[in-house]
């Protein structure tokens, strides 16, 4: 199968470089799939995972939004935040959601509460991954 160069990239680090098959990420209009020679475009990212397919096998990471940007022979991912399952600090996110939880209850601010809801679907995307490991 053709390859394609992936990069992602957060702030602190280079998550991830390598040739792949195929990427498959959430769009904030739905899921997108990444083959070699994919249509260029540069669209933003949801809070999600990111699936990878590398000889014949998937590997998953959760994304914390961000954008990605499709040339014809490679495909760069920007992001707040990218971990694989066995990075994921368990505990440290369900103190996340337990915190994003209290906040959307006390419901104080229209600016807390966007928030808190990043902060929940961020926490629930991490749990989530961490689970499936």
Do not use: C
């Not at 990212?45 to 990605?68: P, T, V």
């Not at 760069?76 to 369900?94: M, Q």
């Not at 104080?108 to 689970?131: P, S």
Request: proline share 3%; net charge positive; no cysteine.
């Amino acid at each position: 199968m053709s390859q394609f160069t992936l990069e992602i990239v957060t702030p602190d680090r280079k998550f991830f470089e390598d040739e792949v098959e195929m990427v498959i990420v959430r769009g904030i209009e739905g899921d997108i799939g990444i083959l070699k020679n994919h249509t260029p475009m540069v669209t933003p990212l949801s809070i999600g995972k990111i699936r990878i397919k590398k000889d014949g096998e998937i590997k998953e990471a959760a994304i914390a939004g961000g954008y990605i940007e499709i040339t014809k022979n490679k495909t760069t991912v920007i992001t707040d935040a990218a971990e694989w399952p066995e990075e994921i600090d368990v505990r440290r996110a369900e103190e996340a959601k337990k915190r994003a939880e209290q906040r959307l209850k006390s419901g104080k601010g229209e600016i807390d509460v966007v928030r808190a809801q990043i902060a929940l679907k961020k926490a629930l995307n991490r749990l989530e991954l961490a689970k499936k490991k």
